[in-house]
């Protein structure tokens, strides 16, 4: 741009983007991958032209000069095709000529990202790296009063409960009696928390489905994995994976057509109903699948136009009062399965989940609770959602902890935690924490997409494209020349290592403090932190 | 470690038998305290198994005040033992003004008590002196039950009985428990030292229970009386056995599935699998870890030993019909009971229950993957 030509409130130079494309014009083989692999189409074939002076001082020829061309890549520098920082170009440039850095100062492009008075909506988690859990540590080590278990070969059952459990004397009464004992699923504490088909590609998702039946089938590890709002194949329904499989319902009531036309069909039972009343990534804002995404496929298993934005309702429309309402739609779930399915709600992580938690106490079918955090993930959402809205995870599971602990009703509705769990990659040491803080499992879907996908997101803002289909991984995106990217086996293969080293690690964590036996929910005398107030807060120890 | 050894015997026996066996067995243990559970006495007590005993250590405060307060309740003093402290105090042992043993007569109208009715009336006195002792430091109650004398005391358990003097008549029992450490987890505590006794459960432990924050949180918030103390990891097992038999109503058989539950391949296996697979659910609260030998007295005066499920901790039981003994070393038993024949000595594994009934004649030994015997 000419220094004398006029500018707009948004005209950006490439220092102004958060993410700036480093280019070796020496390395460059001009061979145009990573301009057609970008999936913001950031970069496009530059003509640079360039002035050489030849000013010879040895002998007596005169001074010239000569203009040149050479090709290369621009940046674009328009809000609407900036950097995301993906580093696809990166990944495909022969000779590592090309790299997106990050800016080092605040960006002003994210004063210009909502244009025609749009804000900004994207995929990925709360933009703020680091956090509480990955703090905690486990100091309760067992020494010479109780000698430290041998994590590689002692017996281990690291199982947890979903479903509501009756106290000892009413299931020995109901037992004795053959009355009703409302259904407990025997699951593996991390499960892959709810993304939907639609906002995963379809090779993501049968990735996941497979290694999830791996794991159970081959390995005997009872891993489970939620749905999402957005239905579920039908040839899932029908088939006897469908155990492995919470089905999630949501306020847009997405594919539920579908799952009660197959009901008769079913072979066997889903292993939950997840109700979701919210998200730690929005609370209290419906789920959005973007119309990029909402093919013929999507929707068709959602039972909706092809082509159009599926943003869900904040709420579900026939719920005015958690007494009432939460309890019937509770109710009419497990009355659809014939009480043999376990149904739970999961709430954003919030300042008033306790009074939901209570009031689940006194609904006998409330199966139990599963509180999501505010560095939950999601495929779309408002960007100041994801990034100031919720509650921190930990000290929500802990106050629920501590509250069923005093009705005495701990061991009555598992708390299942979910949001940022393995944000820094620590999956195991966080779950660990969490568990002890008195979660009865996890719940992960950001982790699993990196670990068994390569998911390129980050809390520094990198990629984080998510809701507009144009996943470089193919993870989220609905479109085949994308999704093809991903293989679906790898995808398995990966689940199953992520799954086995999580495992390992979680043994390496529990086996030093003297723990084998039972998953040790609620163990909160083996943590400790050197922050003092988390520590107040949490009711744990203050270590220095 | 803790030393552990118990005794049931067809003719009383003196408590020190269990101090003597104790004493064999020390190699390799710390001597720092004593826990003395006896029961089915003889003697004096002999007499009058429906009286119940006051068992502690008192402050000459204390003990006008526990007059007092039996007084004013209608309990009058029926018997009772007086331990003269010698002049000389014993190193590392606290100064005591009164060890208490003394049986009471029901205040009048209590006899036609139900026996449920008695049993909790006679534990919330001993919970409301314990915390009467709790505020003015000047009482410390063991327990206060019919046909049960309990003793502790911080010190060598051999040094402790012989200054207090141990070996006398009526302290002869046909059921001695004796443990040899005080709890060196937590803080130093009489309350914290094994035997723990509620409601005619008793239990001790070797070993460590590491789910014990979480077990002590459940058991806090069951609502049952008594549940209350956990200076000690161990206690948790003397609970969990009361909640067990008397709150689920369930056998001695059962009290192994609830602490250490089978696994999946053995519960579906098992006959009764569908109820322990409810009980393993419902009870996973209870579910202990860590490395535990748990010896035990029930109300009828069995004898029981339990391993934890890894069986870390060593427990074995010998002897011959009328008298048979648990204990946490075999030289432990040499010495109690030279006379049985060893080659059928026991040491129970990670799926036993072994049980001496109160006729003593046999060790009965329950697996976990045996049928259970189901509430009715």
Request: glycine residues 10%; charged residues 20%; aromatic residues 8%.
């Amino acid at each position: 741009m000419l220094p004398n030509r006029p500018i707009t409130p948004s005209t950006l130079s490439v220092k102004d983007l958060l993410w700036q494309i480093a280019w070796s014009k020496d390395k460059c083989t001009l061979c145009g991958r990573c301009t057609s692999v970008c999936p913001v189409s950031a970069i496009e074939l530059g003509v640079f032209r360039k002035r050489t002076l030849n000013t010879d001082l040895a002998s007596a020829v005169p001074p010239s000069n000569v203009y040149q061309v050479y090709h290369g890549i621009r940046q674009k520098t328009d809000p609407a095709y900036a950097c995301v920082g993906c580093a696809m170009c990166n990944l495909v440039c022969p000779n590592d000529a090309i790299i997106p850095m990050r800016t080092d100062e605040a960006d002003k492009l994210r004063f210009h990202i909502n244009r025609g008075g749009s804000p900004r909506n994207r995929g990925g988690r709360r933009n703020v790296p680091g956090g509480l859990l990955d703090q905690i540590k486990f100091i309760r080590i067992s020494m010479l009063t109780d000698p430290a278990l041998d994590a590689g070969r002692h017996e281990f059952e690291l199982r947890t409960l979903l479903g509501r459990v009756l106290p000892p004397e009413e299931n020995i009464k109901h037992f004795k009696e053959h009355g009703w004992i409302p259904p407990v699923r025997e699951i593996y504490p991390l499960v892959i928390g709810s993304m939907s088909f639609g906002a995963l590609s379809p090779n993501m998702w049968e990735g996941l489905q497979l290694g999830v039946a791996y794991l159970n089938e081959e390995l005997g590890l009872p891993v489970r994995m939620c749905t999402g709002e957005g239905g579920c194949p039908p040839r899932l329904l029908r088939s006897r994976f469908l155990k492995y499989t919470i089905l999630q319902i949501a306020s847009g009531y997405f594919g539920w057509d579908e799952i009660i036309h197959a009901l008769p069909e079913m072979k066997e039972d889903p292993c939950a109903i997840e109700i979701k009343y919210g998200q730690g990534a929005k609370p209290g804002d419906g789920g959005l699948l973007m119309w990029h995404k909402v093919n013929k496929l999507i929707a068709a298993i959602r039972g909706v136009p092809t082509g159009v934005s599926l943003p869900s309702p904040p709420t579900h429309q026939t719920q005015y009062s958690i007494e009432e309402s939460v309890a019937k739609m509770i109710q009419s779930m497990s009355m659809a399965w014939g009480f043999r399915v376990p149904v739970y709600p999961k709430i954003s992580g919030t300042s008033t989940a306790m009074a939901v938690l209570n009031n689940l106490t006194r609904n006998p079918y409330a199966a139990g609770l599963a509180i999501d955090g505010e560095d939950g993930g999601t495929g779309a959402a408002y960007n100041v959602s994801m990034d100031h809205m919720g509650h921190p995870i930990a000290t929500n599971i802990r106050d629920a902890y501590l509250n069923l602990a005093k009705l005495g009703k701990q061991n009555e509705i598992p708390l299942f935690a979910g949001g940022g769990v393995g944000k820094n990659g620590n999956l195991a040491a966080n779950a660990a924490a969490l568990i002890m803080l008195g979660a009865s499992g996890v719940q992960i879907g950001k982790y699993v997409m990196q670990a068994a996908a390569g998911c390129l997101g980050s809390e520094s803002d990198r990629c984080n494209i998510c809701n507009i289909g144009q996943c470089p991984k193919g993870i989220t995106s609905q479109d085949p020349r994308l999704y093809r990217r991903l293989d679906v086996d790898m995808v398995a293969e990966r689940v199953v290592d992520m799954f086995l080293s999580f495992d390992t690690e979680l043994k390496k964590i529990v086996a030093p403090l003297g723990r084998s036996t039972a998953l040790p929910i609620g163990m909160a005398d083996a943590l400790g932190i050197s922050d003092y107030h988390a520590a107040e807060r949490l009711s744990i120890k203050y270590v220095v | 470690m803790c030393r552990l050894f118990a005794i049931t015997s067809k003719t009383p026996v003196s408590p020190m038998v269990a101090m003597e066996a104790m004493d064999i067995m020390r190699e390799g243990h710390d001597g720092s305290g004593v826990g003395l559970f006896l029961r089915d006495l003889s003697g004096p007590f002999d007499e009058m198994k429906e009286a119940p005993i006051l068992s502690g250590i008192f402050t000459e405060a204390g003990i006008k005040r526990l007059d007092r307060y039996m007084m004013d309740l209608g309990f009058m003093t029926k018997y009772k033992i007086s331990i003269k402290v010698p002049k000389v105090p014993l190193p590392g042992t606290p100064r005591r003004d009164l060890y208490l043993i003394r049986a009471y007569e029901y205040p009048e109208g209590w006899e036609t008590l139900s026996f449920q009715e008695l049993g909790q009336r006679l534990l919330n006195i001993r919970l409301q002196l314990r915390a009467m002792g709790e505020k003015e430091e000047d009482m410390i109650v063991f327990s206060f039950w019919p046909d049960v004398i309990m003793i502790k005391e911080i010190g060598d358990p051999m040094q402790v009985a012989r200054h207090l003097n141990l070996d006398r008549k009526e302290l002869h029992a046909r059921v001695i428990m004796a443990q040899g450490r005080q709890n060196t987890n937590y803080a130093i505590n009489l309350y914290a030292c094994h035997p723990f006794f509620i409601e005619g459960y008793a239990t001790m432990t070797n070993g460590e229970n590491t789910a014990f924050v979480p077990i002590r949180e459940y058991l806090l918030s069951r609502g049952v009386r008594g549940y209350t103390g956990y200076q000690s990891d161990s206690e948790v097992f003397t609970h969990i056995l009361h909640y067990t038999l008397r709150q689920l109503g369930l056998g001695i058989e059962a009290y192994k599935h609830i602490i250490t539950p089978l696994q999946d391949n053995s519960l579906e296996a098992h006959p009764n699998g569908a109820f322990l697979k409810q009980l393993k659910q419902t009870c996973r609260q209870l579910t202990i870890d860590g490395p535990n030998c748990v010896i035990g007295c029930l109300p009828d005066h069995s004898l029981f030993m339990v391993q934890d499920r890894k069986k870390l901790r060593p427990g074995v039981v010998g002897g011959k019909p009328g008298c048979w003994a648990f204990s946490s070393e075999i030289c432990g038993l040499d010495a109690a009971i030279p006379d049985r024949d060893k080659s059928k000595d026991f040491q129970p594994m990670h799926l036993d229950t072994t049980l001496v009934g109160p006729d003593r004649q046999e060790v009965k030994i329950c697996s976990q993957t045996a049928p259970l015997p189901l509430p009715r």
